[in-house]
């Protein structure tokens, strides 16, 4: 017999109304898991806007910040709406400021409004201050809760330090050392200070060779350098350079996690949204979906014109329509090979602007061996499957010819313009993931049929 799931053991436990026991179980599970589970009990209608804070209250304190900080914004807003205000303080009390943050966010401004005043001033100011850096920057997904040490205390009194204020930070691990001005001047670990001597000074086994972002750095290039660098922490300085806050290892994953997903969505041709598949509405969908095949509709009507101002020459060479779809969908994953393989490399910072020829050239000898190679397939299948085993006599030599040439100088330009337009984009300020497969086929398409009527013009005289 299988064991019961989370989800299961809180309906069980609910439904039979053993608050104890429920406590109980919950206290072992990660707040993860019971977001989770609670999450799914939501959207199954087994638990209500009514009977969600009964299960909440059942958790301890702690847990029950942390089950917040993880819960889906339908499930905070709802029980906001039932907290008290001497609930709502008391779970505002436990979140770590970024956490705080990001649910703030995502309420309605009567939500929001309730949230702050349940903070006291100071953190009320920290979160505000928070709040008006521009999404994308690194301001926006930073902590300010850090353990600071200053330069002439001993091993000793920074471990006094921690040990005073340690329980309120996110991470205790890394210390930075600052100045009297705030200005950020080496960081010391907690194994540093551990093997260290109790009366060494921390700035004489601090490293002061340390690498930070600003406030408006983007929060991608930020979260990147966590990865890069594998770092737990990446303090946050402002223009003076005084430290300001940190960037936590799991606020940068949540980050690289939602921009591939924006990246994925754009790159299929979907406005992204900050809601899950299950969680979004039809009509949401398909909002996020219409305006974009209504662009590529109409351009694709580009390929209608070309195709109808050869449709003399196509009526005297009935061949070349039959490989009209091939040719197009052989230059279309051409070009998104090529996107898609820069698009990557510009999201984990390996290409710059400045890169642009180095990347032409490689994709320009890459594009000569797939041409060679993808025309002498072709050759070969034209010859020996559609004249001498299909027996189809308007295939001949000059009509092969316009097939091969064709398809070798489109998967050469497909190519270049499929590693180009990416970083193009980035240049002028738009996301890269915009210039991904659906225009590129778009365009290519389009493309690829000029180049097959002039060669077919030039080479058959039609």
């Not at 924006?262 to 949401?284: F, K």
């Not at 002498?376 to 299909?390: C, E, P």
């Not at 092969?400 to 100088?409: E, G, K, Q, R, S």
Request: aromatic share 8%; with cysteine; net charge negative.
């Amino acid at each position: 017999m299988e064991p019961k799931t989370l989800y299961e053991i809180i309906l069980e436990l609910f439904q039979a109304r053993k608050p104890a026991a429920l406590k109980a179980e919950l206290s072992e599970h990660e707040p993860a898991d019971i977001a989770a589970a609670l999450l799914d009990l939501w959207d199954d209608g087994e638990i209500r806007e009514d009977t969600l804070p009964i299960i909440f209250r059942t958790m301890p304190k702690a847990l029950a910040a942390e089950v917040f900080a993880e819960m889906d914004t339908d499930l905070n807003e709802a029980l906001i709406r039932s907290f008290s205000d001497k609930e709502l303080k008391a779970v505002m009390s436990e979140l770590f400021i970024d956490d705080a943050v990001d649910i703030i966010e995502e309420m309605p401004a009567n939500v929001v409004k309730r949230m702050l005043q349940s903070v006291d001033s100071d953190t009320r100011a920290i979160i505000n201050k928070i709040l008006d850096y521009p999404d994308d920057s690194a301001g926006s997904i930073m902590t300010t809760e850090y353990v600071a040490l200053r330069p002439t205390m001993t091993v000793s009194d920074a471990f006094a330090r921690i040990r005073k204020t340690g329980v309120d930070k996110e991470t205790i691990y890394t210390c930075y050392v600052i100045d009297r001005d705030r200005h950020l001047i080496g960081l010391v670990t907690a194994k540093e200070l551990l093997l260290a001597d109790s009366e060494a000074i921390v700035g004489d086994i601090m490293e002061d060779n340390v690498i930070s972002a600003h406030t408006l750095d983007d929060r991608e290039e930020v979260a990147n350098m966590l990865s890069h660098y594998d770092f737990l922490a990446l303090p946050i300085v402002d223009k003076e350079d005084r430290l300001v806050g940190i960037v936590t290892v799991d606020d940068a994953i949540d980050v690289l996690q939602e921009e591939v997903t924006e990246d994925i969505e754009l790159m299929s041709a979907i406005t992204p949204s900050d809601r899950s598949y299950t969680r979004t509405g039809v009509w949401e969908i398909f909002l996020n979906r219409i305006p974009w095949l209504l662009i590529l509709m109409v351009s694709a009507t580009f390929t209608g014109i070309i195709i109808s101002s050869y449709e003399t020459a196509l009526a005297a060479q009935v061949a070349l329509t039959a490989f009209i779809p091939m040719l197009m969908s052989t230059a279309g994953n051409s070009g998104s090979q090529a996107s898609v393989t820069v698009l990557r490399s510009i999201s984990l910072g390996e290409l710059e602007f400045s890169d642009l020829f180095k990347v032409i050239f490689k994709e320009f000898r890459v594009s000569l061996l797939c041409a060679v190679a993808l025309a002498v397939g072709s050759f070969i299948k034209i010859w020996l499957v559609d004249y001498l085993l299909m027996g189809n006599k308007d295939i001949t030599l000059p009509v092969i010819a316009v097939i091969c040439l064709t398809l070798a100088v489109t998967v050469i330009l497909s190519k270049l313009i499929g590693c180009v337009l990416p970083m193009l984009a980035k240049k002028i300020g738009l996301d890269p993931a915009v210039m991904a497969s659906p225009f590129i086929t778009t365009i290519v398409d389009t493309l690829t049929l000029f180049i097959y009527f002039q060669f077919a013009t030039a080479i058959l005289a039609i």
